[in-house]
């Protein structure tokens, strides 16, 4: 599963999906539990406009989910139109990758 990181530094989940002007992509190894560096993925922001999702999905249309500290509505449709999953944490990317990763197996274990 490939998982873009919104980040200014690569370290602290720290961007809103439509500012991200900078992604750190990461394969996770369900086999191994754990996760690849891929690259960094950077996208020319204009300061004078609001929402830049499209450039945004766009930079990372090989991802299937981008984790970010927070996104509009607009983004997650737009986003879903693409296939791609946004999802809103806190903390470092590791924290973030991690969390991401243990709700989606938490996810898979319950029976209905």
């Keep these: ?9 690569g370290e602290d989940l720290d961007l809103h999906f439509g500012k991200a002007h900078s992604l ?3 394969e996770y190894h369900e086999e191994k539990d754990e996760f690849e560096f891929i690259d960094k993925r950077t996208v020319e922001i204009e300061s004078y406009t609001k ?4 450039k945004i999905i766009d930079a990372i249309k090989d991802c299937e989910v981008a ?3 927070q996104f509009g509505v607009k983004a997650q449709m737009h ?4 296939g791609l999953k946004l999802v809103k944490d806190e903390g470092t990317v590791e924290e973030a990758l ?5 709700h989606v197996n938490f996810m898979k274990n ?3």
Excluded: L, T
């Design 1 to 9: 599963m490939r998982i873009a990181v919104a980040s200014s530094n």
């Design 24 to 26: 750190y992509v990461y």
């Design 51 to 54: 929402h830049q999702n499209p």
């Design 67 to 69: 984790i970010c500290q």
């Design 79 to 82: 986003a879903g139109d693409f």
């Design 98 to 102: 991690r969390n991401y990763i243990d």
């Design 110 to 112: 319950i029976k209905i």
